[in-house]
């Protein structure tokens, strides 16, 4: 006897099945001056805001950002995660986001959303951004933008530690050339050079990376280094900070080109 077909009402069906979550995807136009500045590129999709999945549209993301007070300098900053190309990343927003966006296609939510449930998150106010330079042979540069004591009370060996060899250079000729003269003027050169680079550490290392023909390419928020070279490597497999060493070419043995040869014949004219 055959089962006859039973029919489901669209409405219970509908109520059953899993709600679709709509992630907002950055637009060209429209992105604010923060976005800009942080290396927010068009189709990045906004997953995130301090560790918990954002869902809303473009007016609940300016409620999230509503107790911003402009008059507090060293207030901690909203941490915001990101994907991009299938890489999950975080950047420090000190003032709001604003952008245009467009919601994600449902294909896309459900790929995010599984990876979100994979991501960790440390304590936000844990997180600064790394600022990464690189050249077009992708040899890059990184640096954190949070202001570093060792700049003030230490310029030689912070210059030392970020390797701008040229500035070092022209500071230990001033040094040395008060020393010589008088100790009272190298003690008012020391103090004059320590809070000049104070001020300027981060507008240094900027330069000096644009110096070494490195362009601004990425922006990360990240709990340490390390931490950020490995999104960096996630984002872009093939790109080399100080240190790293490139693999060298694998050689094939005969049976590996014999099988390549195969694969691509050549074609005799």
């Known amino acids: 006897m055959a089962l006859e077909d039973e029919q489901i009402d669209p409405q219970v069906a509908e109520a059953e099945a899993p709600p679709i979550r709509q992630f907002l995807k950055v637009q060209k136009q429209g992105m604010g001056r923060a976005a800009v500045a942080q290396r927010i590129k068009e189709n990045d999709i906004l997953v995130a805001i301090d560790g918990e999945l954002f869902l809303g549209d473009k007016e609940t993301l300016k409620a999230v950002f509503e107790d911003y007070d402009p008059t507090m300098v060293d207030d901690v900053a909203w941490l915001v995660t990101f994907w991009r190309d299938g890489v999950f990343f975080n950047v420090c927003f000190h003032t709001p986001l604003r952008a245009n966006f467009d919601f994600v296609s449902p294909e896309e939510a459900i790929e995010v959303s599984e990876g979100f449930k994979k991501l960790q998150f440390e304590p936000i106010e844990t997180y600064q951004n ?79 990376h644009l110096f070494e023909d490195k362009f601004y390419w990425m922006v990360i928020g990240a709990t340490n280094e390390i931490e950020a070279r490995q999104t960096c490597r996630a984002l872009d497999p093939g790109v080399l900070f100080p240190f790293d060493k490139a693999e060298p070419p694998q050689k094939l043995n005969r049976i590996q080109r014999r099988a390549l040869r195969e694969q691509h014949p050549t074609t005799e004219t």
């Open 130 to 208: 790394f600022e990464i330079f690189r050249d077009l042979r992708k040899n890059a540069a990184m640096h954190p933008t949070a202001p570093d004591p060792l700049a003030t009370y230490a310029p030689l060996l912070w210059m030392l530690g970020n390797r701008l060899y040229y500035p070092m250079l022209a500071i230990t000729i001033v040094y040395s050339i008060t020393a010589v003269t008088h100790i009272l003027l190298f003690i008012l050169g020391y103090i004059l050079v320590g809070l000049y680079v104070k001020r300027a550490q981060l507008n240094l290392l900027r330069s000096y």
